[in-house]
């Protein structure tokens, strides 16, 4: 493995593994709705990624952030849709604990899962707007293939990130269903859907501000 790979490789590690909107989203909707639905929201973030690496390939992240407006609007997008799904689990989580949901309803709620498309486009959106993927596609990924000739390379840099994401969020999926039993006690739901939602407020607030 050249240098240049290596280095694209721990990088794309540290931003998997890093927590973030996707590391939220996946620990709110494999402990709420199961591997069902974390499933397709792996695939939706996976599909995400190669929609960023087609952007930065074909030059068109460079005319996003050569135009100040442009960068400005994209970024708000972004940011106003963490702050709303931030909400919901906010919201959600709120409800459980002021005992507006009672403890079966919350039961048949976890045990319930989310169509496939709705998962698919949850997880394509929030990769999409993720600020910190966003800035690795505008800003760093171009260094990366600055000496690749051909499309195929390009691409195959991002199959390696995507890739990461995969085997990062299969396993993380793996680790919550097996304390399954304890992520629903309703206390313990309504604490993760609080955490997830404030966590997802603060990067929309970052997205929006920086």
């Known amino acids: 493995m050249n240098t240049g790979l290596l280095a694209f490789s721990l990088i794309a590690l540290f931003l998997v593994l890093s ?4 590391t939220m989203l ?45 960068y400005l ?27 507006k949901l009672c403890e079966k309803a919350v039961r048949k709620t976890v045990s319930s899962s989310k169509s496939s498309v709705e998962s698919f486009r ?11 993927v966003s800035m690795f596609y505008l800003a760093a990924f171009p260094q990366f293939i600055a000496g690749r000739n051909t499309v195929f390379e390009g691409f195959s840099l991002v199959l390696i990130h995507a890739s ?7 396993f993380l999926t793996f680790f919550i269903s097996r304390m399954k039993q304890k992520i629903e006690d ?6 993760i859907n609080i955490v997830t939602g404030t966590v997802l407020l603060f990067f929309a607030a ?5």
């Open 186 to 191: 309703v206390k313990v739901q309504a604490a």
């Open 164 to 170: 990461i994401i995969a085997s990062w969020f299969f």
């Open 122 to 132: 949850e997880g394509f959106i929030t990769q999409l707007f993720n600020p910190k």
């Open 73 to 99: 609007v994209v970024k708000s997008i972004g940011g106003l849709y963490l702050a709303y799904i931030g909400t919901k689990m906010l919201w959600s989580g709120a409800g459980i604990l002021r005992g």
């Open 19 to 22: 927590p973030g909107v996707n």
């Open 206 to 210: 970052v997205a929006l501000i920086w």
């Open 26 to 70: 996946i620990i709110n909707n494999a402990s709420n709705f199961g591997r069902k639905t974390t499933t397709f929201n792996i695939a939706g973030l996976c599909s995400a990624t190669f929609f960023h690496g087609a952007l930065s390939l074909f030059g068109i992240s460079v005319i996003v952030l050569s135009s100040p407006r442009l």
